[in-house]
Each structure stands twice: as C-alpha cells, then as structure tokens.
C-alpha cells in the first residue's frame, strides 16, 4: 500500500515520532466530509494523517491508477476502463465500499414559482436538443429574471456529479447541451444560483442553503414527486439520488483498513450525517457527541 511513514525530524523525545500519511483524493461531493472524517480521525489516532484533495472523481481514479493515492473517492461508480487500467498499472483489483448516499438536488433561485419537475424535463432543459430554453417554456415567468433565459448550471466532466445526472436524466445516449456554465466544485454551483434569478442548477443535498429552492422531482407525469432529504435518498425513493464510494486498489491494510473501518463505524457515520448526507444503515445512534 502507498501509506507513507513521515518522520518529524528534530527534537522527539524518546518516541520516534513518526506518522502515517494516507493520501485521499477525488470527488468534489464528498470533499467537505472527507475533510472532516480526516480532523476526527486525526483527534483519535494522532499517529495517523489524512490528507485530502477534491478535484472530481475521474481525478481520483486517475490518482488510483497511478499510485499516487491510497483512497479514491467518487460520486459516481468506477468505470470498466478505469478497472482495466488499475489492474494493469497496479496489479490488483480496485474494491469499492460504499460510504453513505447523497439526494442529487435541483437548485432555483429561490424566487423561481417552480415547485417541481419530472425527469423529463430536466432532460428538456439540460440535454441536447432539448426544447426548453426559456423559461416560459416551462410556463412560468421568474421575477427578477428579465431575458427570460434559462441559465443552466453544471459541472465539469470529470466530475462524478456530472456523469451521474447525465446518467440518470439525460440516458446515456444523450449529451449535454452546449452553453451552460460548469462549475468546478459543488458549492460554486449553489452560490451561483442562489444568486442569478435565471439560473437552474444540480448539486450534492449537503451544499444546500436557506437561500435557495429545491423542488420535488418525479420519475414522469403523474408519479410521485419526491423532495432530496436524507430519508429519501437512503430508501432510493428520490429518482436521483445515489451511493458514494471510496475505492482502494487491492485490500486495503494497515492504517488505511482501519480509516475505512472506522468511516464505516457509528463515529464515522455520524460525521457524515452531521454533513448532510444520508447513512449506509438506518439503525444508526448518533445521540452521542463524536468524540475527540
């Protein structure tokens, strides 16, 4: 495994004061927990560092294939390519552990009348040749919003976000259309909503804020139209909401094994509830205080 041993040179005393750096890079959705897994964890075991970089799925698998990590996080499954290329470079298999679920939300300006929307026209809005281009297509009018146009809001595409919403809404046929404005992290998609009275964006639940809208979404006309929360995107009932994986090439050992073991413990998982994503179980007790 990559985990590396840093010695802190200079003046230890009598222990040998050396730490073990795990290196964790990837999705841009499960950065801000990953970051907070790293400090708890850094509280418990100080003998144990954990350095994180977001950067997008596909960067994190890139980084898996090279060497260059021990733990790839993603938003989205890995790809039959990338396994080819880890067993290649790497010799071993990638193993994939799911570490909680994210509801995939619909984010308008808070002005915006839209309540809700079917898969369909999400596709509509964001896949090529889709019809919907202002939003009287839709037949609203947005205060505030004075050409009318629909400013779509993505992600970029190595993005896991990226490739699942285009999974799931779009179908895997069809590409995004060109001109909309792609983020590179997921609050930046947020931020940008929340202030542009035009604009229509997709993001993890987690980065939500008091200042923006996020309507229902159903399946087609006429099926239940579900709202992104915690609880529906642990039973899978929100259509886009989806698991969020760490992956590590061949079993993990040592200090990684147990970061994972504990990420996967009641301490780790309320972290992760604490970020506002949902639990791998439901029979989680996080009445406790996480303690450090």
């Known amino acids: 495994t990559l985990a590396l041993t840093l010695s802190c040179g ?32 850094g509280a418990i075991n100080p003998n144990v560092a954990v350095a994180v970089t977001g950067g997008g799925s596909g960067t994190g698998f890139s980084a898996l294939i090279n060497g260059t990590v021990d733990i790839a996080n993603a938003s989205r499954e ?39 929307f079917t898969i369909p026209q999400l596709a509509a809005v964001y896949g090529e040749g889709g019809p919907s281009e202002v939003w009287e297509d839709l037949g609203v009018t947005v205060p505030g919003c004075t050409s009318g146009e629909i400013v779509r ?22 590409e995004y259309k060109l001109g909309s404005r792609d983020m590179h992290g997921s609050k930046d998609v947020v931020d940008l909503v929340e202030n ?16 923006v809208k996020m309507p229902c979404v159903a399946v087609e006309e006429g099926s239940p139209c579900v709202s992104p929360t915690m609880e529906t995107a642990v039973d899978r009932s929100y259509p886009i909401s989806r698991p969020l994986f760490m992956y590590t090439a061949g079993e993990p050992e040592g200090a990684t094994k147990a970061y994972l073991d504990w990420i996967l413990s009641d301490e780790g998982q309320c972290i992760l ?20």
């Open 10 to 41: 200079g003046g230890s005393e009598g222990g040998s004061g050396s730490r073990t750096l795990i290196q964790n890079k990837g999705s841009d959705t499960l950065v801000n927990v990953a970051q907070a897994w790293a400090e708890a964890y």
């Open 78 to 116: 890995i790809r039959e390519s990338e396994i080819e290329s880890v067993r290649t470079n790497r010799g071993v298999e990638p193993l994939e552990f799911i570490v909680g679920y994210d509801a995939l939300a619909v984010y308008l300006h808070q002005d915006n009348p839209i309540d809700a």
């Open 153 to 174: 809001v993505s992600r970029q595409n190595n993005s896991g976000t990226y490739a699942y919403f285009r999974e799931t809404v779009l179908g895997d046929e069809t």
């Open 196 to 211: 542009t009275p035009c604009a229509i964006g997709y993001s993890g639940l987690a980065y939500a804020t008091d200042h």
């Open 273 to 292: 509830v604490e970020k506002g994503y949902a639990p791998v179980r439901e029979d989680l007790s996080c009445t406790a205080a996480v303690s450090g």
